[in-house]
């Protein structure tokens, strides 16, 4: 099915999902790689290894990289953080905050409001220079350029402790390239030599876990950054560096930094084994599983996010099933409708009665690809609770969805536009939500997208009135699913519907975001979020379709092969090598 998921990480729990299917070739609960690759005593330094992606990735910048696999593969490459995640598929290890370019996990105040982080010595860019306290407030400062930096996770705009502006509701600091309000961020985020403070407006207890999860608060050097030009530009400081220049529709070669000193870094996060890694985009994922089941030539040292297409299971056999696994994900697909088209909320109620999720779940495979979701919020996440709005039968009510659109008064059949990303897969499964909203009175036009597909859907004037969303909580809490999702606040700019791609606006539901942040306990945070996800299904925000699941197939010479939740259950390139 989809090529990927908009992040990522729903953490906690995962390890009640895993142990479920370690029978069929999950994580083990050592700690140790997946089933069906060779262990860390077969790998050693050397060799190409091969990533096998279908679509264009469309951020390599670090403050807008928001995809799960993304994240987690640049994490262990090109970008180094304060803190990071270390590798191992235990969740209580792999969820646990290590330091990387920080030389601790950084020190509290004011109930946590305030962090400060001291950076190592000796740690450098890809042309030698150090990397100081200014680099990473630089990077900091970026994220508040919502008019260029765009697509990226948004948290800072809501914690940092910076003024709100009266008329746009967005932080009264508008990032590097304008500057406005650059005393207010310079009050928020200081330098004392080579130690970084954050100052915030309410608690932020798990800020080491957002930094871990996400890039927002690495480092950037000010003389490299060229704004929206940037986007497809790595200036590391990571194991790895570019070897010549990113195509976004063909990928690239990284090769050995040769400023890197591992002495500051550590093999429980970046191994390193491969002397390249080739990202090699635009091959279908039906191509992708053509060569890995044939196991010859580049595909043996091949590794691939796309999952196994469900015409190609009865071929999971034998000696190629010894190289497969299967992971429960840490996602949840969902459909969006357009609140800047669809304001009826008895049309959206009735979008909602008529989808098909069963119907979806058989057009992608099965219960080998997908398991039914009562809620945007992954059951792995904290604060899990299912929503009584999508309790009703997984195969719709084409009746029922009828007649509401005959109560609504629109004229029938009622037109929209479902715009998804395009695999011959999800062209099938989109035919059958298809089927019972025509049944309802919808006329459906399916715009599948191939070049690229969240820079459209987050474009204010689309013309999408339904879109499919894939997501994974942030950190393992529920405040990273909801809130970032449907907070009106830091996601609708002039420019970009941020994560909120149906530009859902609540007073009701910004309000219970609002509680959560502030609350003084887990247990009332919970309470908050889990009132909020009630407010969403009465609207109808959303329409939970599914909990994904990951089946994968690798290359005979790759060893160490390991998927943990720090990498989203992807594979984790600081683990993996390729045998010589």
């Known amino acids: 099915m989809f090529k990927y998921r908009k992040r990522v990480f ?21 700690g140790g790689p997946s089933a069906g690759g060779s262990t860390d005593a077969d790998a050693a330094a050397g060799g190409t290894l091969n990533y096998l992606i279908f679509a264009p990735i469309e951020h390599v910048d670090p403050q807008r990289i928001y995809v799960g696999r993304d994240i ?52 450098n860019w890809e042309d030698g220079q150090p990397i100081t306290c200014d680099d990473f407030k630089y990077g900091a400062s970026r994220v ?29 600091y508008d990032g590097p390239y304008k500057g406005d309000g650059q005393d207010l961020f310079d009050k928020a ?7 970084i403070t954050y100052k915030f407006n309410k608690p932020w207890p798990d800020f080491p876990l957002a930094i871990a999860a996400l890039h927002m608060m690495d480092p950037y050097r000010k003389d490299k950054d060229q704004g929206d030009k940037s986007n497809f530009q790595i200036f590391s400081n990571g194991p790895y560096k570019l070897d010549g220049a990113w195509s976004k529709n063909k990928g690239a070669t990284l090769v050995r930094n040769d400023n890197y000193d591992p002495k500051t870094d550590s093999t429980d996060v970046r191994k390193a084994l491969p002397e390249s890694i080739v990202f090699n985009i635009g091959q279908t994922t039906e191509t992708i599983y053509d060569q890995l089941i044939a196991d010859s030539g580049d595909a043996q040292t ?3 996010g796309q999952r196994i297409p469900a015409p190609y299971y009865n071929q999971i056999e034998g000696p190629v099933a010894d190289r497969a696994t299967l992971e429960a994900s840490p996602y949840v697909d969902y459909l ?88 011959d897969t999800a062209d099938k499964q989109a035919a059958a939500l298809k089927e019972t909203w025509d049944a309802a009175g919808f006329d ?36 990273t699913v909801t809130a970032p999702l449907f907070d009106s606040r830091p996601n609708l700019t002039e420019n970009s519907d941020g994560q909120d791609y149906g530009a859902y606006k609540s007073d009701e539901f910004n309000g219970l975001v609002d509680q959560a942040q502030n609350a003084a306990s887990l247990e009332d945070q919970t309470a908050a979020l889990q009132q909020a996800d009630i407010v969403l299904g009465q609207d109808v925000a959303y329409i939970p379709l599914e909990i994904a699941q990951f089946y994968f197939l690798h290359g005979s010479k790759v060893v160490n092969f390991t998927t943990t939740p720090a990498s989203s259950s992807y594979p984790d390139l600081g683990a993996i090598g390729v045998k010589q």
């Open 10 to 30: 729903a953490a906690t729990a995962v390890v009640a999902l895993t142990a479920g299917l370690a029978a069929c070739g999950g994580s083990d609960s050592a």
């Open 72 to 123: 987690t593969n640049f994490s262990r490459t090109v970008y180094r953080q304060l803190v990071t995640f270390p590798i191992s598929t235990d969740p209580k290890v792999s969820n646990t905050p290590v330091p990387d370019l920080a030389t601790d996990t950084g020190t509290s105040k004011d109930g946590g409001k305030e962090w400060s982080f001291t950076v190592k010595d000796g740690v």
């Open 144 to 172: 508040f350029a919502t008019d260029v930096i765009t697509g990226g996770p948004n948290y800072l705009l809501s914690y940092l402790d910076i003024p709100t502006d009266e008329k746009t509701g967005l932080p009264a």
């Open 189 to 195: 985020v200081t330098c004392d030599g080579s130690t």
């Open 302 to 304: 091949a590794v691939t």
């Open 336 to 423: 969006v409708p357009n609140f800047r088209k669809m304001k009826d909320p008895k049309v959206r109620e009735a979008l909602k009665v008529a989808t098909n999720a069963k119907a979806w779940i058989d057009a992608g495979g099965g219960d080998k690809a997908f398991a039914p979701a009562e809620s945007i919020v992954n059951p792995a996440v904290v604060g899990y609770k299912a929503n009584p709005a999508f309790s009703g039968p997984q195969e719709g009510d084409p009746a029922a969805a009828k007649k509401l659109l005959e109560e609504a008064g629109v004229t029938l059949p009622y037109p929209i536009t479902f715009t998804y990303p395009k695999t």
């Open 444 to 479: 459906v036009t399916l715009d599948g997208l191939g070049d690229t597909y969240y820079d459209v859907i987050q474009k204010p004037d689309k013309d999408s009135d339904v879109m499919w969303g894939g997501w994974g909580s942030d950190w393992p809490s529920a405040i």
